[in-house]
């Protein structure tokens, strides 16, 4: 759990504070379905494909995820679910049969839980079609899943004053195993976002250095700081700390830390 302030980041933590702007965060979100042998197949391989075998840890935490939202009085804002959206391979279409099997019954069973939900992308959804995931939305704008665009930001009102801005990207490091032709994405498509994303943040950023919010968040898929497999992506923290963020927030490694 991440106390700023007036803003509360809760992974599933029994802090209610009417005062607070609550935003719940998950990544890497799981696989295999309420089963346990539902899970995204485009392009999937053999290897990939034995490893999901009977995992119901997907539908697991979504239980223990919308059994203590509805059971308190947490009552969260939104959502910020940081990648990794569809294991394996990402999903095929905007009307996969696994937008059902994969999201909607999983987790959007539970009333605390049918709030916005502000996506990003991980690795494993670009083994798909990551515009696939954004046509979802653009098909369904009234869906509880709000995603336009790769990258985007938000403005979250704190009830009790003040705002919250969050930025939204991949935090995509130039190139590791699981961002380059290693690991099914080409060297060459993953420089282009870098670009990309690179100039979304600074192009942000610079916008509200006059007018800052109250409080800043930058949010994505891949480390900037990690104890865990990944380690730290240094050319990132070296540019971000060019500005001024009160947290940065990410997946990827598959540990909890703050």
């Given at each position: 759990m991440l106390v700023l302030r007036y803003i509360i980041i809760i992974a599933f933590s029994p802090v209610v504070n009417s005062k607070n702007l609550k935003l719940l965060v998950l990544?890497?979100?799981?696989?295999?379905?309420?089963?346990?042998?539902?899970?995204?197949?485009?392009?999937?391989?053999?290897?990939s494909m034995e490893l999901l075998a009977g995992k119901t840890n997907q539908w697991l935490v979504a239980q223990a995820m919308g059994n203590y939202v509805d059971q308190t009085d947490l009552k969260p804002s939104a959502l910020l679910a940081l990648g990794d959206n569809f294991y394996v391979n990402g999903i095929s279409s905007s009307i996969d049969s696994n937008w059902y099997d994969l999201f909607e019954d999983i987790y959007l069973n539970y009333d605390g839980l049918n709030i916005p939900w502000y996506p990003c992308f991980g690795n494993h959804d670009y083994l798909g079609s990551v515009q696939a995931q954004l046509d979802r939305y653009t098909e369904n704008p009234d869906s509880v899943r709000k995603f336009e665009s790769q990258y985007y930001t938000k403005v979250f009102n704190i009830p009790d004053g003040g705002t919250v801005q969050v930025i939204f990207t991949t935090l995509a490091p130039s190139l590791m195993d699981a961002t380059s032709n290693k690991g099914g994405i080409s060297d060459e498509t993953q420089l282009e976002r870098i670009i990309e994303q690179?100039?979304?943040i600074e192009e942000t950023l610079e916008s509200i250095r006059s007018n800052p919010p109250t409080w800043l968040l930058i949010?994505?898929?891949?480390?900037?700081?990690?104890?865990?497999?990944?380690?730290?992506?240094?050319?990132?923290?070296?540019?971000?700390?060019?500005?001024?963020?009160?947290?940065?927030?990410?997946?990827?490694?598959?540990?909890a830390e703050n």
């Open positions: 990544s890497d979100w799981g696989k295999g379905g309420k089963s346990g042998t539902t899970w995204s197949s485009v392009n999937a391989r053999s290897k690179t100039q979304f949010v994505g898929h891949y480390p900037i700081v990690s104890r865990g497999n990944s380690g730290d992506t240094s050319e990132l923290k070296n540019y971000l700390q060019t500005y001024v963020s009160n947290e940065l927030v990410h997946g990827l490694d598959h540990i």
